[in-house]
Structures are given as C-alpha cells and as structure tokens.
C-alpha cells in the first residue's frame, strides 16, 4: 500500500478508531480488577452533598418546562438570524426585509398560536 | 519511580546500571503505589477558612497539580482523599462523616488547621467539634491557623510517603470481609450522639500522678 493510496488514507481512521475504542476500555476493565469494592448501606446510599435523602431522589420536572424551553429556544434563534441580517441591512435592500418579515410573521403565528393554547401560563 | 517501600530482588546496584541504558526496574507494588500517589484526587468542599488557603494550593502560584492531586472531584465517589479544611461545627460534622463513607477504598484524610484537628480557637464554643478524628480516621494532621499553601503541599508530600510505605499484600481493603463503616453521628439537643466513635478515637487517658 503506497503512502497516497485512496485506502492509506483510511487507515489513519481504522488506527485512530481502534485507539479510541482500546483507550477508554483498558481503565474500565482495569478497575474493575484493581479496584476494591467495599459496598455499605452508607456508601450506596444516594449522593447528596452528604445531606440524608429526603423522599424519593428522581424527581420529576413538568411537561411545561420543555415547552417553554423549546419557545425559548426559538426567539433565541430568532435573535442570532436578525444580529447579521441587521449588520447588512444597508446592503441588501427592500428584498431582505421582505423575506426577514415574512420570517417573523411566521415565528409571531407560532406565539400567538402558543399562546391560544395556553402554554404561557403557568399552571 | 523507586521508591524506598521497594521489596525488589533486582539490587540497587544493578538498578540504577540499567536506569543509566533507559531501562526502568521496578516492582509490582512499587508501580500501584506510584500510580496511587502520583493521582490523589481530592474531594471538594471546604468547611472554613482553611478552604481559602486549600484553593490557593489549587491556583497557579502553589500548583497542588504538579503532585497529582489537583483534580478536586466534586463526587466522593471519586474522590481519594478528603481534605477537612476548616472548622467542623458539629452541624456539619453527620455531613462530614457520610462524605468520608462515601468514598471509595483506598481513603485517606487530611485535617487542614487547627480547628479540624482539636476545634482550634473554638475549642470552648458550644458548637464546634473537638477534632474530626472523633468519628473518622485520619492519615495527616495539618497544624495552623490557618496553614500556609506550602504547609498543604508538605502535608501531601507526608501522605505521599504513607502511600509509598503501603504493602500490597497487607492492604486491608483487599482483604475478604473488612467491614470498614463509619457510624454517622446524629445530630441531637445535647450535640452529636453518640460524643465520638470509640473504634476510632481512643483519647489518653488521664494518669494521676502520687507524690511522695
């Protein structure tokens, strides 16, 4: 295989992936070896910054939270579209602002429809 | 790499002829000691002031990085070794004591300050504990008020040499059923019950001198 052929090339992959897979593996299946395990009702107890767990430790967040991060990440997009499209305003004339309103009309129906289903308020 | 706790048949003669043609001879036990010292890493929290001084180890100017133990694992089970900076009230002290549980074998303590160690300028208050070394064991007792950087690193070069020193084939946490739990005190109207583990801390005991 000549250092420019097409599958030399690849090689580099197979190598560096081989190293990736070994790389992480050695050190697991290594402690699981070496490493004492000494379990206790204390030390399996769940981590709270030490404090006694009160209740049960999977706690459960509401459906709304992830609709209103997904709202917020939408306007937060929103923003980063209309930052360059600003910068450039000067330059790219009538046709720019067009396609930025319609833009916005589109993103302002998705709030007043949000908004008809009540998912501003806070229940 | 050789360290001093070496049982090694290879003598020191020989060892050091090979060191000068690049080639390394070391034991077993001296490999899982070097490796264990030379990757302490600390549990991180800080009970005080003291704390103050532990960051500034961790900082550019002091480096604890350069020993290994720069790596402050903001889990016990992760952590090697528990820095007790500061004053321990006795508030805190259950707290203390389940983090040090929670950590896995091998453990080791610091007590950084005076406080930590006998309850320091606060020995007299109500609601500071008379040493952490009531409940859990500890490997190095740091003096001062609060200790200097230089002093931590001092003391983690001394934890260094206790782990240099370990024997593999005594090491308790390999051996079967070493039951190694550290009752939590709780925390009641009257202080901590029960006042300190008796496993752990053995006071001496006051001997009444006659004279004549």
């Known amino acids: 295989m000549s250092s420019s052929s097409y599958e030399y090339h690849y090689l580099f992959l197979g190598v560096f992936l081989l190293i990736a897979i070994v790389f992480p593996l050695l050190p697991i299946i290594l402690a699981r070896i070496v490493a004492p395990k000494k379990p206790n009702l204390i030390k399996t107890a769940t981590y709270e910054c030490g404090v006694e767990t009160k209740g049960d430790s999977w706690v459960q967040f509401k459906v709304q939270y992830y609709v209103y991060a997904l709202m917020f990440v939408i306007f937060d997009i929103e923003v980063i579209f209309i930052y360059p499209w600003a910068v450039a305003f000067k330059q790219m004339g009538s046709f720019a602002f067009v396609e930025m309103a319609i833009f916005l009309a589109i993103l302002a129906f998705g709030l007043v429809y949000a908004w008809k289903k009540n998912v501003l308020e806070w229940k | 790499m050789g360290t001093a706790a070496n049982t090694s048949q290879v003598d020191e003669g020989l060892k050091s002829e090979l060191q000068k043609s690049g080639i390394f001879v070391t034991t077993l036990e001296g490999l899982y000691n070097w490796g264990r010292r030379s990757s302490i890493w600390p549990l991180q929290f800080g009970l005080a002031c003291c704390a103050i001084e532990m960051i500034a180890t961790a900082c550019a100017r002091y480096d604890i990085d350069r020993f290994g133990a720069g790596l402050f694992r903001p889990s016990p089970r992760q952590a090697d070794l528990m820095i007790v900076s500061g ?11 389940r983090l040090y549980n929670q950590m896995p074998e ?5 007590t950084m300050g005076a406080c930590s160690i006998s309850g320091g300028p606060f020995i007299d208050g109500y609601n500071v504990l008379k040493g952490i070394d009531r ?5 190095v007792h740091l003096p001062g008020c609060p200790p200097r950087p230089e002093a931590l690193l001092h003391g983690l070069m001394k934890l260094q040499e206790k782990i240099d020193s370990q024997h593999i084939e005594k090491m308790e946490w390999y051996q079967k059923g070493l039951k190694r739990e550290f009752p939590v005190p709780e925390f009641g109207p009257n202080g901590l019950n029960p006042p300190y ?16």
């Open chain 2, 87 to 97: 004053t321990v009230t006795k508030k805190m002290t259950p707290q203390v004591v």
């Open chain 2, 106 to 110: 091998p453990k080791y303590v610091i």
């Open chain 2, 135 to 139: 409940y859990i064991p500890v490997d």
């Open chain 2, 197 to 212: 583990n008796p496993e752990v801390f053995q006071p001496q005991q006051h001997r009444e001198i006659t004279v004549g």
